[in-house]
């Protein structure tokens, strides 16, 4: 099983700051990586996939990039909207398709 | 618009069975795989089952292997959980996420509102 390990646990950052997210896998997953958003109460929703390419609908701020075991979130100018749970997600090869525990960005 | 409606969640003892299904609207139900994902109280996502879009080929984590039993009625629009000997720890909030290609793997593109699954005596 491939295990994902997000950092930080826990992002503290100010609106219009920029927020980096990382995310580390086991052993190599390519670029078969997708990151999702999650608030409070409500289903996640797909930001990114295949590491770097941004869903249809989802603001430019969203960028994601790496390969291979290390991936980053990039948040450029953080809007209210998008203090929330990020969660990475890999699916490299066959399952399980594990998810990273989350970080969480909070309002510094 | 795409719609997935999960139902049959509820509170259920230790050891007891329960069925939860998920039906989709909005897109061509046939062409697309789809999963459940389940969500702990105050934790994180874990992905639990999936299974192709012609219901031929099904995947589940391990620590539900042989408990859970993923199925898909496409004349129905419809994809089920069937849990059987459930345990404390498979209490959560159960997503149905669909997956927009044949085969089951991520990314997931649409995902219900979840139901909850509570196994407490």
């Known amino acids: 099983e491939i295990v994902m390990t997000q950092s930080p646990a826990t992002l503290s950052v100010s609106s219009g700051e920029r927020a980096t997210l990382s995310c580390r896998a086991s052993?190599?997953?390519?670029?078969?990586l997708a990151w999702y958003q999650q608030k409070p109460g409500q289903a996640p929703r797909l930001l990114i996939y295949?590491?770097?390419a941004r869903v249809t609908g989802i603001p430019a701020r969203f960028s994601g990039s790496g390969s291979g075991t290390e991936f980053t979130l990039t948040i450029s100018s953080l809007q209210s909207e998008d203090f929330a749970v990020y969660y990475c997600?890999?699916?490299?090869?066959?399952?399980?398709?594990?998810f990273g525990q989350g970080t969480k960005v909070e309002v510094k | 618009e795409v719609q997935l409606v999960e139902s049959g969640g509820g509170l259920i003892q230790p050891g007891g069975p329960l069925r939860l299904s998920c039906a989709a609207s909005?897109?061509?139900?046939?062409?697309?795989?789809m999963n459940w994902v389940r969500q702990a109280p105050g934790k994180g996502l874990e992905w639990v089952s999936g299974?192709?879009?012609?219901?031929?080929?099904?995947y589940y984590t391990d620590s539900v292997k042989g408990r859970f039993t993923i199925s898909r009625d496409n004349s129905k629009n419809t994809v089920y959980l069937q849990m059987d000997s459930l345990r404390a720890d498979d209490t959560a909030v159960y997503y149905c996420?669909?997956?927009?290609?044949?085969?089951?793997?991520?990314?997931?593109?649409?995902w219900g509102q979840g139901t909850l699954v509570t196994v407490s005596s």
């Open positions: 299974i192709d879009s012609s219901g031929g080929d099904t």
């Open positions: 909005g897109f061509t139900f046939s062409s697309y795989a």
């Open positions: 996420a669909s997956a927009p290609r044949a085969r089951a793997d991520p990314p997931f593109d649409y």
């Open positions: 997600q890999h699916y490299y090869n066959w399952p399980p398709w594990t």
């Open positions: 052993q190599s997953v390519s670029d078969s």
């Open positions: 295949g590491a770097s």
